[in-house]
């Protein structure tokens, strides 16, 4: 299975690690690693996600992810490319 | 400004959010809210479970379109709301319950009655939140109501620690709700509206794929004129019966597992799927790798993650479907003029379906009662603007079937979770919410004992609901399957209920009216009597035939393809043009 890193926004609130972690366990997903740091706003973290999944599963896993409402954005890291841009807004969409 | 009490904080921003009535039971942690409810104009019903107070804020939620609101202690209240958190999750269903939790200081110390509600219900909750600050209630309240009650609705939990209760605070109820990741999208893009319209002209087997979504976004009047506008069969799901009306001739019922051989073999056979609000539950699809396996796919829906979960969608649109329809209703009408498909080849074939294989039943030899015909019956003598609850099992489908449903927010079940005991609870809401309309609850001998004590809170709340409990004096749905797959040994499934217990003795000891039917000729007479009654609940028991089974059936994990229409017998494919 193909790796995915998943750069995403949190807002700063108690739980919010609990509830990505909870996520991927409950929808079956496979976190290869997860990291959490601050970010120049005290008010917003960062996890830094390693995902393996094939195909559409990616767009599920960025959609549910989305839906958690303490979730602000999230970007997909492509490794040689520009970052893709993902936000709450499902933009996606087609 | 003065200050208040954290508690009189959260009841002043219940009033604000627009609460009428909310279904609970105090407890210690909660207690200092229940001081101030005392004095508030919201109208709090006493329940005696608080699964009860849940399933109730359900039905109260679904008929009215507003949010239902419960509350209940720390601990094992709050544990006792897990079940209708759950449901309201899988029925999406706006509903707010507040929990009260131990003092702050106490909690993460195993204190009496704490349990850690909010970590328990993250799975399934939209969203929940955990006070200690009492500043903080009216900001989370807003927030709760709005999340509940928008995008795709959904339970949210408030669980607010004691000691923020107690403590004094400012009272500020804001003015407007801005969450930075979570900003639901109810405009569809215009591009995706045309690329709908002009899949649509292409298609010379369209099905419109309804599901429980439309009638959450009162999108039934555009169904209806989409639906015209096209001349395409429509399917109403489980969860969206009501949504069409079933008296209109493109209705081809309901599809999935006990679906009607038209909606099953209709979305079967199509070239393209008009999916609104619907999410391709493995109930609807059976086995997947097999489901209309011809079929494009638009799928219109206001949550993204239901794109491409269980299938790939082609045109997908994002946002409420009502403004979806207002949308591609124009869009439509515009590429028709250029492209107007012949469908008549199509509906003929679905009429041939319809015709063929009506849904029906066998009275039983012995002249004992058939609970199809009791159900029949109900919704005949009731009438379409009745509100029918249900329990969980073959009376559920039976349901299901048998009802014709014309009107929306008339049909309240527990399709997603399949949740025992729902009937009376919402059936209680439902009342509470519609109070000048018939309510009957249709439940099953099993699924009556496990909620049934919210009688007592409808007979001393003037809550005057009708109970049918179809009495099979058995686990119905559940002995079928033991019939069909365990080569009738019936493990378990034998409840006993026309010895134990005396239905109508139970209901007279709750404050109701008890009544009891076994013969057919009486079924008419016994249901003109209950809706004659409506100053208090009434209980029928109706003491049915127990071998009856729910047909037609698709067998879980196999294919829609292999529907069966009585046992070992599938429909004469032959003789159809398909
Ligand atoms: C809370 C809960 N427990 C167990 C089940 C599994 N189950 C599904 S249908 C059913 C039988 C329901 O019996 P009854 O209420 O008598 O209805 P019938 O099928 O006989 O109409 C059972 C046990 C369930 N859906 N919910």
């Not at chain 2, 979504?213 to 395409?232: M, P, S, T, Y």
């Not at chain 2, 206001?302 to 649109?317: C, L, Q, S, Y």
């Not at chain 2, 009429?351 to 294989?357: A, Q, T």
């Not at chain 2, 003037?462 to 058995?474: G, M, W």
């Amino acid at each position: 299975m193909a790796q995915h890193t998943l750069e995403v926004l949190v807002e700063n609130s108690p739980g919010v690690l609990a509830r990505v972690a909870g996520l991927f366990s409950r929808r079956a997903y496979n976190i290869e690693r997860l990291t959490v740091g601050p970010t120049a706003n005290p008010e917003v973290s960062q996890m830094d996600i390693v995902v393996s999944v094939e195909g559409h599963a990616l767009e599920q896993v960025i959609a549910q992810l989305d839906k958690l409402i303490n979730v602000i954005a999230i970007k997909e890291i492509k490794p040689e490319s520009a970052p893709e841009v993902h936000d709450t807004q499902p933009d996606y969409q087609n | 400004m003065s200050q208040v009490t954290g508690a009189q904080s959260l009841v002043n921003s219940l009033e604000a959010a627009g609460v009428d009535v909310m279904f609970g039971i105090p407890g210690g942690a909660i207690l200092p809210a229940y001081d101030p409810i005392f004095d508030s104009k919201i109208r709090h019903v006493l329940v005696r479970h608080e699964q009860g107070a849940g399933h109730a804020a359900t039905g109260y939620a679904q008929v009215t379109g507003r949010v239902g609101v419960c509350i209940a202690t720390s601990g094992p209240g709050a544990t006792n709301l897990v079940t209708p958190l759950a449901d309201a999750a899988m029925d999406s269903v706006p509903m707010v319950a507040i929990t009260g939790q131990v003092p702050s200081l106490a909690i993460g110390t195993d204190a009496f009655q704490e349990a850690d509600i909010r970590g328990i219900t993250m799975p399934f909750a939209k969203h929940n939140y955990l006070i200690t600050d009492p500043a903080d209630i009216p900001r989370a309240i807003a927030e709760a109501f709005h999340i509940a009650s928008t995008g795709r609705p959904g339970p949210v939990l408030v669980d607010i620690a004691k000691d923020a209760l107690q403590k004094m605070t400012d009272f500020n109820y804001p003015t407007s709700v801005n969450l930075k990741g979570y900003q639901p999208k109810l405009a569809p893009n215009a591009q995706a509206i045309a690329d709908a319209a002009e899949l649509i002209t292409q298609s010379s087997k369209p099905v419109f794929y309804v599901g429980g979504g439309v009638i959450k976004a009162d999108a039934h009047r555009e169904l209806l004129e989409i639906a015209n506008l096209l001349g395409a069969p429509v399917v109403t799901t489980l969860m969206a019966r009501g949504a069409f009306p079933d008296s209109h001739p493109l209705h081809l019922g309901m599809p999935g597992m006990h679906g009607t051989v038209a909606a099953v073999t209709g979305l079967q056979k199509a070239d393209l799927l008009i999916t609104l609000g619907a999410r391709f539950d493995d109930r609807v699809t059976g086995k997947l790798s097999t489901f209309a396996t011809n079929a494009k796919v638009i799928h219109c829906d206001i949550d993204p993650a239901e794109i491409h979960k269980n299938r790939f969608a082609d045109v997908a649109v994002i946002g409420d479907v009502k403004h979806t329809l207002q949308a591609l209703i124009p869009a439509l009408k515009a590429a028709l003029k250029k492209n107007q498909p012949d469908l008549s080849p199509w509906l003929r074939q679905m009429n041939s379906l319809k015709s063929s294989y009506p849904l029906g039943y066998d009275q039983p030899s012995d002249g004992s009662l058939s609970p199809q015909y009791v159900i029949e019956r109900l919704g005949k003598i009731s009438g379409p603007d009745t509100i029918f609850t249900s329990g969980v099992g073959q009376h559920q489908m039976w349901a299901a079937q048998f009802i014709n449903y014309e009107n929306p927010r008339t049909w309240l079940n527990s399709g997603g979770l399949g949740t025992m005991g729902y009937a009376v609870p919402a059936a209680m809401g439902a009342k509470v919410g519609a109070p000048d309309t018939t309510v009957w609850a249709i439940d099953g001998d099993g699924c009556f004992q496990m909620t049934n004590q919210e009688l007592v809170t409808c007979a001393l709340n003037n809550i005057p609901v009708k109970i049918a409990i179809i009495n099979n004096e058995s686990l119905g749905m559940v002995r079928q399957w033991q019939t069909l797959f365990y080569e009738g040994r019936y493990s378990n499934t034998s409840l006993e209920s026309k010895r134990v217990p005396n239905f109508p003795m139970l209901a007279e000891a709750m404050g109701c009216v008890g009544l009891s039917c076994e013969r057919p000729e009486d079924v008419d007479a016994t249901i003109e009597k209950a809706m004659s009654i409506n100053d208090q609940p009434v209980v029928v028991d109706f003491r049915v035939h127990r071998d009856a089974m729910v047909w037609p059936m698709v067998a879980a994990g196999t294919s829609n393809d292999d529907i069966m229409i009585a046992r070992e017998t599938a429909p004469d494919w032959d003789s159809q043009e398909l």
